[in-house]
């Protein structure tokens, strides 16, 4: 009889688990070990780059913070009166001539004699009181206007003919006819800073109104928003930042139509007292009077936008 092979599935066949080779071992522990744990070198590219990154995120804070940049601005006018006072004292002659041009020590010493006499407040005094009176006038009527033109079509057509006709006129050929239809001096030199200021917010104020997102008005009318709230909480708003952009720099050509009428045929204010200078050649004189018209106007430019800072929080 004759005995046949079977074959049997295989089983697992368990082994007693061998000493683990070292060196199998060690070179797996090698492998295993991060790359990140590696120590940099000395002067390696790595610790150059991280250097570089720190010292201009340095600068970068150190660049945004306000007294640095203020202290840049600082210094650029101060390296502008240093020039100024070089081609003084070197007679500088090209293309402009510097022989006639007091130096920035002469102008200071009588910008101290002015600020000790009452005669130099009160110049300075009518000047602040005809630009708040006609940049008050121009804010309120100008906003007003842009407003409507802004949001209806008819009345844009109406009044867009007379702004734009009237718009490109200098305040100095305003001057005859102010004199002529005005009854005094100051209504006449108020009636020119006023047109100076006027058309800047009327323009500012229309396209910053008709370029309100269509899709936030229709929004606020689907929710059942009335024209009123609408233009409130809608298109005010939207429109602000080209408001104060308009009042801002309706307030520098509102000095500038200011000093023109006051040049012309004021008696008081601190174009008054910068042509009189001319006309007596004191040119110290003249220097402190366009200073102080420069720096007047540039405190009601940042009061201007400063005051509406906090109604322009949305935008931060």
Known sequence: MTN???????????????APDNTTATAQATDAAPASEEVPRAGSSSLGEAGDS???????????????????????VLVLIGLWHLASVNDFRLLLNFENVPRPGVVGAVLLDLLSSDIFYRHVGASVERVAIAFGLATISGIALGVFMGRNRFVEDVFSPYVEIFRPIPAVAWIPLAILMLPTEQSSIIFITFLGAFFPIVLNTMHGVDQTPKDLVRAARALGASSTSILIHVVLPAALPSI????????????????????????????????????????????????????????????VRYGARPFLRWQR
Request: proline residues 4%.
């Open 4 to 18: 046949k092979t079977v074959p049997v599935a295989d089983e697992p066949v368990e082994t007693a688990p061998s």
């Open 54 to 76: 720190s010292i201009g995120e340095r600068l970068k804070v150190l660049g945004g913070t306000w007294w640095a940049r203020y202290s840049v601005r600082a210094i650029s």
């Open 244 to 303: 104060v952009a308009g009042m801002a720099i309706g307030m520098g050509i509102a000095w500038f139509s200011l000093l023109a009428g006051e040049i012309i045929s004021g008696q008081y204010g601190i174009g008054y007292f910068t042509w009189s200078s001319y006309s007596l050649v004191q040119y110290p004189q003249i220097i402190v009077g366009m200073v102080t018209i420069g720096l007047l106007g540039t405190l009601s430019t940042l009061l």
